[in-house]
């Protein structure tokens, strides 16, 4: 469980338009890549090898929904440090690259646009943008995301 | 793995604007939704019920990437019969409600638009929306994805 205290983490208040935050990596193999397609995604592309070299895909490739998994979890541990954790309403996503066995993925978040809430003056949206390259710089995964993030003054009164 | 004949599956010529599909049911319970997160999503609502009682959540719920996972393989397993499989470029998500343990979820989907490729004669994309919804007919996921499907002209093609 992801735990920080009040001064590592981001408030509504703190974040800029522009801001960005770089998370760890994570290296993805063959049998990560089919342990979540068998359970999430049963297709040839993301299960076998042999299968997938006459698809679309031409080789084995990631399940889409297993590149957002993981970006997740890199954002989730470290990779855009906000208070109240990363709560997504909603938003973008693009596949613009396959993700192959033996990748090491990395995400890039910016910050790019900031709306406090009218109605509740506890907290407010942000959107960020969320690229996941691999080790050659490829994008494979653009997220844009409306987050939930609570406001410092809030969360500072008993 | 996912196999059907040619006669069990729609090419890009068979679908029109308008289409519905309903797929399988698939049941969520803490387990599942904790397994996932301490993989994925290692946040406090998603891993532990009193944790999540002071958070945003106010109780356990499903990470958002969870239930997009659930529902593409609701999808992948006869909620949308596509030639080619389900094969997203990418599109739009929103998550309107949590989704709890003992949920029971759902996905209706809807072809929204058809766009035969101008360079490639064998394939184009295909607009889907897929709500996900629990046993009380609450919507937990909306999905506007853009999806490759081939043409059944082309693939008739030895």
Redesign the interface.
Same mark, same amino acid.
Do not use: C
């Given at each position: 469980?992801?735990s920080r205290t009040d001064s590592d983490v981001l408030y509504l208040d703190d974040l800029q338009v522009g801001q960005r935050f770089v998370s760890g990596t994570h290296a993805i193999d063959a049998d990560q890549i089919k342990a979540?397609a068998r359970?999430?995604? $049963?297709? $040839?592309?993301h299960?076998?090898e042999a %299968?997938a070299k006459d698809?679309?895909?031409g080789g084995l490739a990631a399940?889409?929904?297993?590149v957002? %998994?993981?970006t997740?979890?890199l954002l @989730?541990?470290g990779g855009a440090p906000l208070a109240?954790?990363?709560?997504? %309403?909603?938003?973008?996503? %693009?596949?613009p690259n396959a993700t192959r066995p033996g990748d090491v993925l990395q995400v890039t978040s910016e910050v790019m646009e900031i709306t406090p809430s009218r109605s509740r003056p506890n907290r407010g949206m942000a959107t960020l943008k969320s690229e996941t390259r691999n080790q050659k710089g490829e994008v494979v995964q @653009?997220l844009t995301a409306k987050l939930?993030v609570p406001r410092r003054a809030a969360s500072a009164t008993p």
């Amino acid at each position: 469980m992801v735990s920080r205290t009040d001064s590592d983490v981001l408030y509504l208040d703190d974040l800029q338009v522009g801001q960005r935050f770089v998370s760890g990596t994570h290296a993805i193999d063959a049998d990560q890549i089919k342990a979540f397609a068998r359970e999430f995604d $049963p297709q $040839p592309f993301h299960l076998d090898e042999a %299968a997938a070299k006459d698809t679309f895909f031409g080789g084995l490739a990631a399940s889409g929904w297993h590149v957002a %998994a993981i970006t997740m979890k890199l954002l @989730v541990t470290g990779g855009a440090p906000l208070a109240g954790g990363i709560v997504g %309403a909603g938003g973008e996503f %693009a596949w613009p690259n396959a993700t192959r066995p033996g990748d090491v993925l990395q995400v890039t978040s910016e910050v790019m646009e900031i709306t406090p809430s009218r109605s509740r003056p506890n907290r407010g949206m942000a959107t960020l943008k969320s690229e996941t390259r691999n080790q050659k710089g490829e994008v494979v995964q @653009v997220l844009t995301a409306k987050l939930v993030v609570p406001r410092r003054a809030a969360s500072a009164t008993p």
